[in-house]
C-alpha cells in the first residue's frame, strides 16, 4: 500500500543521521544529471520536502536544492529549486541498472542498500504506468486520466536518452510519460495547454490521457502521459538531414509556419488571456533581459549599445499583435512530423524563466522568432554555412504563417528584429550554461543583429 514513508529509524532522535546520508548520496549525484539546471555549482543544501513510497523498492522524493557560491558564466539557477526523484532501493544491483547507480546508504532503515535512479528500471516503469491506468492517491500523489481513454497494460517502458530536461518513458511505443524534474507550484503548462488544445479540437498537438501530480508542499504536476508518435521525426532531423543532401526545406517549413499559426489560432481561444497582457516583450523587458545576460555571458557586453538600438527601434514602428498565450520555447526540435503533418510538443516555454511568466500572455512573434533562429542553428551546423538555405526556409516559414494567420511576420521587421535579438540573447545565456562549444552559434547573429541590423 504506497505511503509517505520515514528514513528516519524508529524512536531515533538527535541528528537525522540517515537523512545525512541521503542527503549527501544525492547531493553529488544530482549536478551530474542532464536536467539539473544548476550544474555549474555544487549543491550546497538539500532538504527532502516529501518521501511516499510508490510501491515496493521504490520512493517517491520532492528535494529541495540550494547552491552557494559564485555561479559560473550564465549559471543562474534559482535558489531553493525543487526536484522530482523516483528512487530504486535494493539489496543488490543488477548490472543493467549500473547506469542508474547513485550511491549506498550507509546508516537508518536503508544502510548498506542500494540507491539508485528507479526511472532507470523496466519494473519501476511499468509500475508507474499501472498507477496511471488506475487512477488514485498515494500520500500526496495524485493519479489521474482522461475517463474517455482506456490505456492498455503490459506495454513495455524504455526511457528515452535524448538530452532532455526531464525524463521521458516511451510504453510500447504508444504512450511517452513525461516526468517532470524541476517541479514548480501550480499546473506546469504541459499539461495545461495541450490539455486546452485537444478539449479546442486542435490536432497539432498528442493530447494528454494521463497525469500525475502532488498536493504537498504545494500543489504542483508531475508527469504527463500523451500519445507517441512512432513514425515522427523532430524537425532538427528533419532539417539536418536536408542540408546533407543538399535539399530543399521550404516546402516543410511553409507547412511548419501554418502548424504554428494553427496552434497560436486555437491557443487564442481555448486558453482567453483578455486582460492579462504582460509586458515580457516591451522595450525596457528586452532591455533588462539583455543587461542581465550581458554580466552572465562576458562575450555579449561589447554588443549591449547595438542591440539596445535593435529594441529600441520597436517604440512607435510596428503594431504588436494582441499578447495570448505562445508556445515560449520553439524551435525544430520541438516540432514532430509524421507523414506530412506537423505536431507541436513541449509547451514548458524556456526552462529557465519563472511559471508565472511562461503562462502569461505573451507576443506571438516571440514563436516565430524562436522558429527562425533555429533555421539559422541549423544552417551554421555545416561548413561553410549556408545562409541562403535558411533565408528560403524563413521565407517559406513566415509566408506559410501567413496564410493562416491572416498576418506576415515579414511586414513586421523592427518587431521580428527586436524578438530575434532577444531570443538570440536567451540563447547565449542557454549555450555559456550548458553547451560552451555552442556559443559561436547565437553569438554571430548577435554580432549581424548588432552591428548591420538583421
Ligand atoms: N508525443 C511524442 N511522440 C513522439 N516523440 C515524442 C513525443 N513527445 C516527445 N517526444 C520525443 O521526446 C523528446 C523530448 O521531449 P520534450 O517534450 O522536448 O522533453 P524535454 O522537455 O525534457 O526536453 C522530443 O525531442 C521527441 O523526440
Ligand atoms: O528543448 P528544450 O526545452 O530543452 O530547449 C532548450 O534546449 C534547446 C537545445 O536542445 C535550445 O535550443 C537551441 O538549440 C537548438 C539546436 O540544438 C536550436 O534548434 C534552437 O533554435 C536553439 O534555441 C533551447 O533554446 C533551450 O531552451
Known amino acids: 500500500m504506497p505511503k509517505t514513508v520515514s528514513l528516519r529509524p524508529r524512536g531515533a532522535a538527535g541528528p537525522d543521521r540517515p537523512m545525512a546520508s541521503l542527503v549527501g548520496l544525492l547531493s553529488e ?5 542532464r536536467w539539473f539546471a544548476g550544474r555549474d555549482r555544487p549543491v550546497t543544501d538539500l532538504a527532502v520536502l516529501s518521501t511516499t513510497e510508490l510501491f515496493p523498492g521504490c520512493l517517491h522524493l520532492l528535494v529541495e536544492t540550494g547552491q552557494g557560491g559564485v555561479p559560473a558564466p550564465g549559471g543562474t539557477p534559482p535558489a531553493g529549486a525543487c526536484y522530482q526523484l523516483l528512487l530504486g532501493v535494493r539489496k543488490h544491483l543488477a548490472p543493467h541498472l549500473d547506469r542508474a547507480f547513485i550511491g549506498r546508504v550507509r546508516e537508518g532503515p536503508l544502510a548498506g542498500a542500494a540507491l539508485y535512479d528507479a526511472l532507470h528500471d523496466p519494473r519501476s516503469a511499468a509500475l508507474l504506468l499501472e498507477r496511471l491506468r488506475r487512477p488514485g492517491a498515494a500520500g500526496p500523489l495524485r ?13 513495455a517502458p524504455r526511457l528515452l536518452t535524448a538530452e532532455q530536461s526531464n525524463s521521458s518513458l516511451v510504453y510500447g511505443d504508444a504512450y511517452i510519460l513525461k516526468v517532470f524534474r524541476r517541479v514548480e507550484p501550480g499546473i506546469n503548462p504541459d499539461l495545461e495547454v495541450p490539455g486546452a488544445l485537444a478539449a479546442q479540437g486542435c490536432a497539432r498537438v498528442p493530447a494528454p490521457v494521463a497525469w500525475f501530480r502532488t498536493t504537498e508542499p504545494r500543489p504542483a504536476t508531475l508527469g504527463v502521459l500523451q500519445p507517441f508518435l512512432p513514425d515522427a521525426a523532430d524537425g532538427w532531423t528533419l532539417a539536418l538531414r536536408a542540408l546533407a543532401a543538399g535539399d530543399d526545406f521550404t516546402t516543410q517549413a511553409y507547412e511548419l509556419g ?6 497560436h489560432l486555437a491557443l487564442g481561444t481555448a486558453i482567453p488571456s483578455a486582460g492579462s497582457g504582460e509586458n515580457g516583450h516591451t ?39 494582441p499578447a495570448q498565450r505562445i508556445h515560449g520555447d520553439l524551435h525544430l526540435g520541438q516540432v514532430l512530423r509524421a ?36 533555421f539559422d542553428y541549423a544552417a551554421r551546423q555545416r561548413r561553410p554555412w549556408r545562409p541562403q538555405w535558411a533565408h528560403r526556409c524563413r521565407e517559406a ?24 535579438t532577444d531570443r538570440a540573447v536567451y540563447e547565449a545565456v542557454y549555450e555559456a550554461r550548458h553547451r560552451p562549444d555552442w556559443l559561436p552559434v547565437p553569438m554571430a547573429a548577435i554580432e549581424r543583429l548588432a552591428v548591420r541590423g538583421g
Not at 501554418?258 to 496552434?263: G, H, P
Not at 509547451?347 to 516571440?366: D, K, T, Y
Not at 516559414?397 to 530575434?420: I, M, T, V
Open 29 to 33: 549525484w544530482l549536478p551530474r544529471q
Open 143 to 155: 493519479f489521474e486520466a482522461d475517463p474517455a481513454v482506456s490505456l492498455p497494460g503490459g506495454l
Open 258 to 263: 501554418q502548424a504554428t499559426a494553427d496552434v
Open 283 to 321: 522595450v525596457a523587458a528586452m532591455t533588462a533581459r539583455l543587461e542581465a545576460a550581458a554580466r552572465c555571458v562576458p562575450a555579449l557586453a561589447p554588443f549591449v549599445p547595438g542591440l539596445r538600438t535593435a529594441f529600441g527601434a520597436l517604440d512607435g514602428h510596428d503594431a504588436e499583435p
Open 339 to 374: 507523414g506530412r503533418d506537423w505536431f507541436v510538443i513541449d509547451f514548458e516555454g524556456e526552462p529557465s524563466r519563472p511559471l508565472a511568466e511562461r503562462r502569461s500572455a505573451q507576443s506571438p512573434v516571440r514563436d516565430v522568432a524562436g522558429m527562425l533562429r533555429s
Open 397 to 420: 516559414y513566415c509566408a506559410g504563417y501567413a496564410d493562416r494567420a491572416g498576418w506576415d511576420p515579414r511586414h513586421k521587421h523592427a518587431l521580428l528584429r527586436a524578438h530575434e
